[in-house]
């Protein structure tokens, strides 16, 4: 049963549009996190948040933005797709006094053509 | 070179053997992750360690902080077992709450 939720599971888009990546947790965490993940290759970090009004950039540079509005919901917006931003997208969550580690969304596979 | 090497890439096992998956790192950590990410993409985290060994079912992790190493191991594989485990240390440097991930061990096990 997941507790993080990624919308849309796939997304085919052309050059140019704008598009949002949706990501929602139940879990009331505190810190959540955008990886992004070319095939067969590791995940890394594009951004991650604290908590509400807090976003950072990570250290793989992406020309997306995030906001945090709420506690639950950390969507990943792309003003203007291209070809380069073919990947996947994977949402995660985790509780700073944790001891349970990270909670990931199915993630988003993302394609421009 | 990666902070952060797995060992195999790939690996091919018959129902019922023994498996065991290597991670080996080279910065200081606060925290080990052992995931699996099936073929949907999806992850699932199995394990969070600092020190010493943990075991859930037929999964088994150890990691020793001296010689900045982890094992994931497991017992009487099965078909379902296969997907990619990746192994992730949560590192001291870097943004903060970073993970820095392994390229992952496909794991595959035949009936």
């Known amino acids: 049963e997941a507790d993080i939720y990624q919308t849309p599971r796939y997304l085919v888009i052309g050059t140019g549009k704008k598009i949002t990546l949706e990501c929602s947790q139940t879990m009331g965490h505190d810190k959540m996190y955008w990886y992004q993940q070319d095939p067969g290759m590791e995940l890394h970090l594009i951004h991650y948040s604290y908590g509400v009004n807090s976003t950072e950039k990570g250290d793989l540079s992406s020309e997306s933005t995030v906001s945090r509005i709420r506690t639950e919901h950390f969507p990943l917006t792309l003003e203007s797709a291209r070809p380069s931003h073919t990947s996947q997208y994977l949402c995660?969550?985790?509780?700073?006094?944790?001891?349970?580690?990270?909670?990931f969304g199915s993630g988003t596979r993302l394609t421009v053509v | 070179k990666n902070e952060v090497e797995q060992s195999p890439q790939n690996l091919t096992a018959q129902e019922g053997e023994f498996i065991t998956i290597n991670c080996s790192y080279s910065v200081g950590i606060s925290a080990l992750h052992w995931l699996q990410q099936h073929p949907g993409g999806g992850i699932v985290s199995l394990f969070m360690?600092?020190?010493g060994k943990k075991k859930h079912g037929r999964l088994i992790a150890t990691i020793n902080i001296q010689e900045k190493h982890s094992s994931l191991h497991i017992t009487a594989s099965h078909p379902r077992d296969s997907a990619v485990y990746i192994c992730?240390?949560?590192?001291?440097?870097?943004?903060?709450?970073?993970?820095?991930f392994g390229k992952g061990t496909k794991l595959s096990v035949k009936p």
């Open positions: 995660a969550s985790s509780e700073s006094r944790s001891a349970y580690g990270y909670t």
């Open positions: 992730a240390v949560r590192w001291y440097g870097g943004s903060q709450g970073n993970l820095i």
């Open positions: 360690l600092s020190s």
